[in-house]
């Protein structure tokens, strides 16, 4: 495979080359470097100090974490973790791989570290990530290898919220140096071994030599030095692809995707996701207290047709909060709410408004997801197809988040990133007392939410899932669009898989 | 070639691209049969041409008439640039008269406060008015304006510190001369060429800072179109469907250089010393 | 004129003061909350609440302010919320690679315009004052995300040439010093690295300067025109002094004023404006660093950035106003009076 790479690159990639002393015990053979493209802000190289589910797995492949959902088996699989089972209803034994190696040459991770890593997430002044273990109790060692997590209440969905979140740091290093160790020792025990972290610009990690899969698979061909390198506009992405800056480009936004098509040098992924986008209602606010209302809403909003005209056919209609590509979906609901603008009209009818209105204040988030005022400006106008009196508001991200988040903000277009288990996020979304962004307060549904925590059976708990789905597709205190899926731009020469939440492990990449 | 056929050839080109703007803002609408902001998805990112629907210049993604967006978007930004070029220009000049005239103490003052202005990264200041009072026409125009008249003022005032000590200025001081009178009857006209030079550039780069908002996702509110906006948000169909950034490119470059055209025309014919030069 | 430079920059505290107060004031009262966007979506109240406490957002305005101007008097511009890191090495590590840019910028564009200009207002009304004209105004009616898109397009996606953004790529060992690539490789003797230095500066460099090309020249064809139609010209003709005499004695000394304003402004303009072609171009500038730290509502950062562009914008108008003494002599008699 011959890289059509600009000039500068070569020389870059030459001088990589004669730089890097290879590995003793291998000949000099040409080192795999694969650059991906990374947007989320990468502001901290304190492991604790951002929430986002990139960073989560760039620490993961360092530090490493407990373990990870492996989305092609469907199942979850340990890093650091090689056993894990429920011992009572509140309480997970876990234990730790033994004979791994830390990357200075240290020992392995024991569960000191583990108790460690959790007191830095709770207490370190730069963590936001206490919110992720706010089941947590407490983490009892039972010896070096083994440790109880123990909950504060019944929590079935512990091992997806915790496993590929939970970073695991050293614990005499930190002790050494402080928070110093993030910056000068940050050596842990995954795959991959951290070499350069420049904020907002870049982060570069190099194979670990020492590290086996778990399941024993050989990591090979896997990349010998992965870059994330950061580029927020998606035009600039998909250049440096084609040019061979980059070997992968994330998230391709639909309307580019055509630009990679047809091309020999470069591969198209699509892997569906798990970031829910919909249209909420602040349910205690007017007019949306009517539920009349509600469901007008969602029979006048075309789905199929957006995707199909607008997002390039690049997202899956979703009912509800479980939809195919989550856990515990149990195929499609009894009821949806399909599009449907004469129904829609007869509702509004119904409700007060023969002809035309209620007037209606709609914000939209800009430029945070997929083609968002785009889809906004649509909706707007399928509202008023139907007889909304329809404001289009599309403010600034902070302003739209701070309205969003204290509850001020009537009826808005926006996403919940990363629900693969829907029971992480539904009780704050949805749940009576949880955020004040939907103000939905439904006997219902808590009872249904605070029973499915508590059943042990997969089968019985994803049934309890349906029904609670269906009360939200009813009852519509949000209206569900859809997930987009991810589309990634893939040198030819690249093998890899991309999760439904956008990442990815690198040790089963395959590079030429 | 003689100097005043130039000259006409200057008027006729730019009075010709103002016009083709001007015709196509107030009967643009009537041309094509749609509105600006009626969407049909089904019929999105159809090329230009006579045969498909009346979309003579096609549609963009979702839809909407290129040309009849084209129309509006040649009023909205007519008014746009046209309200900060004046707002701006007008305040702009005469701050900038005034403190170089008067010179000393006074001067430092109100340049402490062009400095305040100056220093706020522009973007900073368009954010934080669009952010408080939302995105609508006027608080584009009061962002974009509230900076835009400081190139005036500078030169304005680097002119009137030089021209403060010419003699035909100094004679009417000795001659009792108010401030208002030497400021509008010899700062002033001085200015006027260096004005006008700005003011075709300003509105220019006005409806090119409306872009550039829209580009980092602070422009006008969808409601209302504009050359900027669609430019913006065309760039991801450059490749595929052009024809969405192209019209309205070419919408500003024909506004710009009509008014850039004007300017010159404009300027020589106020420059009473234009016969007097290097020929 | 030594006392008349100190005098300026002595006047950059006042400037500093009004723009810190008229800064805080808006930050504080735009709606966005900072504890908000720091922490994730699932976040609880009390984790909110927590980070508001950590970074003192619970304290009276007043005091925030008091206590930052205390900070900024010792040099302290403090800790980002965003980043978690110290504001000024922050700030100092992104001020180069924003300078490299607009200097680079401002030259070639000036290196552009400033004999564009000449030459249309030597041959004014002619075909070619015609196309430096044509030129001109395509350079500013283009918006520069839009050119640099293009380019990037044209010469990173297509014609494999340029890369498309970025500064150093990974692995390049280049000993910092000044922060400005360039003159770090002459500096080390690495003159193998300006080849690659120089292909990532090209596009954005281009991009920024096609943006000014067109107010540089017609300023500068401006300037020269008005010089030309004073009285001493007009003498200096019937003096019977060469074309080329009066050119380089009368008309480019005297056209300087009005081109030095524009250049200062527009280094200025660029500093700051750089933001988009930054965004465009993944260059780990000043731009880039203030537009994430706006939308995050980062307000130490946010005022560490702007304070250091309005000490950099009162440096170049020192730099202007010197230049203005060196070249004007009337500037130079009206200050000394």
Known sequence: MQLRASLPVIAALALLNAGSAAPAQTKPAPLKTMTITATEPMTTDNPYGESAAPVYSLWCHTYGCLGRYDHTKKMPVGILAEKWEAIDPTTWRFTLRKGLKRHDGGPGPTSADVVHSLKRIRTDPESVQSSFIAMVDRIVPVDDHTFDIVTKAPAVNLVMALFDRFIVTSADLYAKHGREADKKFAVGWGPYKLEEYLADRRVAMRKNPDWTESDGSSTADSPDLVILQQMREPEQRINALLNGEVQVARLVPPQLVRRLENRPDVKILKTGGIEVMFLAFNNKMEPWTDVRLRRAVAYAVNRPLIIERLLGGYAQVQEGLVGPNQFCYTGPPERANAYDPAKSKALLAEAGYPNGGPEIDFYTAVGRYVSDRQVAEVVAQMLRQVGFKVKLHTPEYANFWADVRRGRSPFYYMGRGSIFDPSDSSGQLFGTGGSPRVQYSNPKFDELLSAQYKEQDPEKRCQIWRQINQVLIDDVPSHFMWTHNLVTGLRANVDMQVDSSGEFWLPDAKMK | MR?????????????????????????????????????????????????????????????????????????????????????????????????????????????????????????????????????????????????????????????????????????????????????????????????????????????????????????????????????????????????????????????????????????DLLDPKAALNLR | MVRAIAWRVAGVVPVLFLVTLVLFLLLRLAPGDAADLLVPDDASEAEILRIRERWGLDRPLLEQYFSFLLNLLKLDLGRSYRYGADVFELIASRVPATIELATLALLAASLIAIPLGILAALRKGTAVDGAVSVFAIAGVSTPTFWLGILLVLLFSAELHLLPSGGRLPYGVQLPERTGLHLVDAMLAGRFDLLGLIASQLILPVMTLAFSMVGIISRITRGAIIDVAQEEFITTSVAKGLTRGAIIRHHLLPNATVPITTILGLELGVLISGSIIVEVVFSWPGLGTLLYQSISVRDIPLVTGIVVTYTTLFILINVVIDVIYFIIDPRIRASQGA
């Open chain 2, 3 to 267: 100097k005043s056929d130039f000259l006409n050839a200057k008027f006729i080109i730019g009075a010709s691209c103002l016009l083709l703007i001007l015709t196509l803002a107030i009967f643009g609408n009537v041309i094509t049969g749609h509105d600006p902001q009626e969407q049909d998805l089904m019929s999105s990112l159809q090329p230009p041409g006579f045969s498909n629907g009346g979309y003579y210049l096609g549609t963009d993604h979702l839809g909407r008439d290129i040309l009849a967006r084209m129309a509006s978007g040649a009023r909205v930004s007519i008014v746009i640039a046209t309200a900060i070029v004046l707002i701006s220009g007008v305040f702009g000049v005469l701050y900038g008269a005034l403190s170089g005239y008067w010179g000393g103490f006074r001067d430092i003052v109100l340049q402490k406060i062009v400095e305040t202005f100056w220093a706020f990264p522009p973007i900073l200041l368009a954010l934080a008015i669009l952010a408080f009072f939302g995105q609508s026409l006027a608080n584009i125009i009061i962002a974009l304006a509230i900076q835009r008249w400081i190139p005036y003022c500078r030169i304005a005032r680097a002119q009137a510190l030089v021209l403060r000590n010419r003699e035909f200025v100094a004679a009417s001081q000795i001659m009792g001369a108010g401030t208002g009178w030497v400021v509008t009857r010899h700062i002033l006209p001085n200015l006027l060429s260096a004005a006008i030079v700005i003011a075709t550039f300003s509105m220019a780069g006005a409806i090119l800072a409306e872009a550039s908002l829209s580009f980092l996702g602070l422009g006008v509110p969808p409601e209302i179109p504009t050359w900027g906006g669609m430019l913006a948000e065309g760039r991801s169909y450059v490749v595929g469907a052009w024809w969405i950034a192209v019209f309205p490119g070419l919408g500003i470059f024909f506004t710009v250089l009509g008014l850039n055209l004007l300017g010159d025309w404009l300027r």
